[in-house]
């Protein structure tokens, strides 16, 4: 994918996926947007993947595994108390260039899933609706490749 491509990628992602929801990945989305050795990295993505999910997940997933770097002190679900994100860039940078290699094969050789909890928001209001007009039990039958997390749409917290 071209670079120019690619940035406007990292872009929405942040504007449109991240911010509200994650400001560490927003910044870190909209710096690598303009970060010419990044996208270039990230580029070795499967075609067809959300190439900034797989990327950031990529990494984090590398943080997790036991590397040891000064980024991981930025990441909320790896420290208790996260350093300010507004100084993660260059340690976000230096990490990537220096395990290069092993993000490229997962660049290369994972893909992302992406069931996720929020998928369900929609029901609920679907379903008040439905209930409000019927006034009888709903149940769900679901088919399709979500392993049934569809189904537990009533266990989670809306808001």
């Not at 406007?8 to 991240?18: D, I, L, M, N, S």
């Not at 290699?101 to 679907?126: F, G, H």
Request: net charge negative; hydrophobic share 35%; with cysteine.
């Amino acid at each position: 994918m071209e670079i120019t491509q690619l940035s406007k990628r990292f872009k929405v992602f942040a504007e449109g996926e991240c911010k509200g929801s994650s400001p560490l990945y927003e910044h870190l989305s909209l710096k690598i947007s303009e970060d010419h050795d990044l996208l270039e990295l990230s580029s070795h993505a499967q075609e067809g993947q959300p190439i900034p999910n797989l990327f950031l997940g990529a990494v984090h997933y590398l943080l997790q595994s036991g590397l040891h770097h000064p980024l991981k002190e930025y990441y909320p679900s790896l420290v208790e108390e996260p350093l300010d994100i507004e100084d993660i860039f260059p340690y976000f940078k230096d990490f990537c260039l220096a395990f290069k290699s092993d993000i490229i094969n997962l660049l290369q050789t994972k893909r992302v899933q992406t069931n996720e909890v929020r998928r369900s928001a929609y029901l609920y209001p679907s379903f008040c609706y439905m209930y409000a007009k019927l006034k009888k039990p709903l149940s769900l039958i679901e088919i399709g490749t979500s392993a049934g997390l569809q189904l537990l749409w009533d266990q989670y917290g809306y808001s």
